[in-house]
């Protein structure tokens, strides 16, 4: 049923609203490990590969090979990682509208251990630098989606960035605030939930926000716990089971498409791409779930973060199923 879904609905993929994708573009150093490190011990890595990532940056490269056009805002510096990330950006036909910065993009290695569970050690660069010259030079048209991480939004420059946002005009958020969610303080999470973002949350994030709104967990309590609470739309992506989703004019789950893991690097940000691109195409919250989901089971049977699908991969993905 879903795989019929699909394939009715990806014909109709095509930019109806703007799309605009603000947050970082940084360098992923991927290896597997065979256990987390501890304290004081010395372990041997296999690398996989160098990827250029960050979360905003998959998110671009997703809308892209899917046919979605948008304006990215991903800081580029000067330096080396700079330098690689804007020759990758270029292959894609992506560019940023704030380049040049003074200083150099970070960097993340990434422990993939055996079952296909990733662990992130993050170093900030320019990309967590935002300032209001940079803020100025972007135009958002009325009716957009605007794409934030919570990565800046809990970093220093998350208050400008928050500000930012709330002089906006006629736009929606679509907010995936990933691990740092329990990280933003109360009145900033305050203003960030004023202004009606769509949440999209995993099963490990929607644990931290119900601790610390105490809402229930169990999905559908927590979803109309979340909309009392907010009345803003939230997903909570639990998965092999599906992601269930909360609206005030509908709510569900969709189940997840079958797909063996290989591993989970930029799962969760390929599923925010498939939706960012059925939201922009005027799709319905449950349809935009749906090309969420099978884009990010496409990404987890697929070795390392770049590995995004094209709307073609998709169709011949669920050509027999």
């Known amino acids: 049923m879903n795989t019929t879904r699909l394939r009715a609905l990806l014909p109709d993929l095509a930019r109806r609203q703007p799309v605009t994708v603000v947050g970082a573009a940084v360098i992923d150093v991927i290896a597997d490990a065979y256990a987390l490190p501890w304290r004081g011990c010395d372990i041997e890595l296999k690398q996989q590969g160098v990827n250029v990532g960050g979360c905003a940056l998959n998110i671009a490269v997703a809308l892209k090979r899917l046919g979605i056009e948008a304006s990215n805002a991903l800081p580029l510096g000067q330096g080396v990682w700079s330098d690689i990330i804007r020759h990758r950006m270029a292959k894609e036909g992506l560019h940023s509208l704030i380049d040049n910065a003074e200083g150099d993009n970070g960097w993340c290695l990434a422990l993939v251990e055996p079952d296909g569970e990733r662990t992130f050690m993050s170093f900030s660069g320019v990309e967590n630098q935002w300032n209001a010259d940079w803020l100025a030079q972007l135009t958002i048209p009325p009716d957009s989606w605007i794409y934030?991480?919570?990565?800046?939004?809990?970093?220093?420059?998350?208050?400008?960035?928050?500000?930012?946002?709330?002089?906006?005009?006629?736009?929606?958020?679509?907010?995936?605030?990933?691990?740092?969610?329990?990280?933003?303080?109360?009145?900033?999470?305050?203003?960030?939930?004023?202004?009606?973002?769509?949440?999209?949350?995993?099963?490990?994030?929607?644990?931290?926000?119900?601790?610390?709104?105490?809402?229930?967990?169990?999905?559908?309590?927590?979803?109309?716990?979340?909309?009392?609470?907010?009345?803003?739309?939230?997903i909570v992506r639990h998965d092999k089971d599906g992601a269930w989703y909360f609206s005030q004019q509908s709510s569900g789950c969709v189940p997840a498409f079958a797909t063996t893991v290989v591993d989970t690097i930029g799962a969760g940000d390929s599923h925010a791409g498939g939706m960012l691109a059925g939201l922009a195409s005027g799709w319905a919250l449950a349809d935009a779930v749906l090309l969420g989901n099978a884009v990010a089971s496409w990404v987890v049977g697929h070795r390392g973060g770049d590995c995004a699908p094209t709307r073609e991969a998709l169709l011949l993905a669920h050509k027999n199923v």
């Open 148 to 234: 934030f991480s919570g990565y800046q939004l809990a970093s220093p420059c998350g208050e400008l960035l928050v500000s930012w946002l709330e002089g906006l005009e006629r736009v929606t958020p679509f907010i995936d605030f990933g691990p740092r969610i329990g990280d933003i303080p109360d009145p900033l999470m305050t203003r960030i939930m004023a202004c009606h973002p769509l949440v999209s949350l995993n099963r490990q994030e929607a644990d931290i926000a119900a601790e610390r709104f105490g809402f229930s967990h169990e999905p559908n309590a927590f979803g109309a716990a979340w909309l009392a609470a907010f009345a803003s739309p939230v």
